[in-house]
């Protein structure tokens, strides 16, 4: 196990490394974090209520607005954390591109897989190795270094994200439009219910939301809206002593019997006997 933690208190900055899950993880939820399997064996693990294998050579990208949870999970000594929080990089960055809100933590409707070939994976473990050492150096300059190398990293798996995740001839206008539509459902989901409302503050009409959607996701806009409301009503679920009335209110439902619809919509079960599923 091998851990490192830069902290900037003055700012609340913090910047992770780890091999192994880090000591810390669970406790708080405000990180963006790599997950790197480089290990021989695949890796599984959940990502709020969804089964994930991350494969020997793989890696895959979390937001704070997501419960990671490796449970009993076996091998996870080799498995390679970077974990960093927005006060440490986002506000640092304007590159939309290699952002908080790019394309490997808020730029689809699911956690990006990517996958190292020999040579890919070479570079990485190196880049890994000095950010190691980067965290003993006690500097003025350690910061701006860490936070450098970090964007060095990301914008190695944003390449790879680039040639793997997008399809020949996406249109990359649309692609950033998703983009931005998922961001600010991710901002206002509990208080923005409809398509019409995320369209005017993209300045677009709904009908282009709409068609964008339906030529470059397997999702309507106002699916997404849908399944991040039920992610988080789900998380809520399992992992606070709510019930489902102060749920719904918390998640903008003044109608308790509006938010039962939906969620009985979207998986099949009334809250009862979702919790009762998964508790047994």
Request: hydrophobic share 35%.
């Amino acid at each position: 196990m091998m851990e490192k933690t830069f902290r900037n208190r003055e700012v609340e900055a913090e910047f992770n490394i780890s091999k192994g899950v880090p000591r810390s993880h669970g406790k708080d939820g405000s990180f963006l974090m790599f997950i790197w399997n480089d290990s021989t064996r695949p890796v599984c693990f959940s990502v709020d209520d969804r089964s994930v294998e991350l494969n020997s050579g793989q890696i895959t990208c979390t937001t704070y607005l997501q419960k990671v949870n490796f449970g009993n999970s076996k091998d996870l000594d080799d498995l390679k954390f970077l974990r960093f929080n927005r006060e440490f990089y986002c506000v640092h960055t304007n590159d939309s591109e290699v952002s908080c809100n790019g394309l490997l933590f808020f730029g689809s409707n699911f956690n990006p897989i990517l996958n190292l070939n020999d040579e890919e994976s070479h570079r990485l473990r190196t880049l890994f190795h000095v950010l190691a050492e980067e965290f003993d150096m006690k500097e003025s300059s350690q910061e701006e270094m860490l936070r450098i190398l970090l964007k060095r990293f990301i914008i190695r798996c944003t390449r790879l994200a680039n040639k793997q995740l997008l399809k020949d001839g996406d249109n990359q206008t649309e692609i950033d439009l998703i983009r931005q539509y998922n961001v600010l459902v991710e901002e206002h989901f509990k208080s923005k219910k409809s398509v019409s409302e995320y369209a005017d503050l993209l300045y677009k009409s709904t009908k282009t939301i709409a068609n964008v959607f339906s030529k470059n996701s397997d999702m309507t806009p106002l699916e997404v809206i849908h399944k991040r409301v039920i992610m988080e009503a789900k998380r809520m679920l399992l992992y606070t002593d709510k019930t489902a009335k102060e749920i719904g209110y918390e998640l903008g439902y003044n109608d308790p019997a509006q938010f039962s619809k939906l969620f009985k919509k979207q998986t099949g079960m009334t809250t009862t006997q979702f919790l009762k599923k998964n508790q047994s």
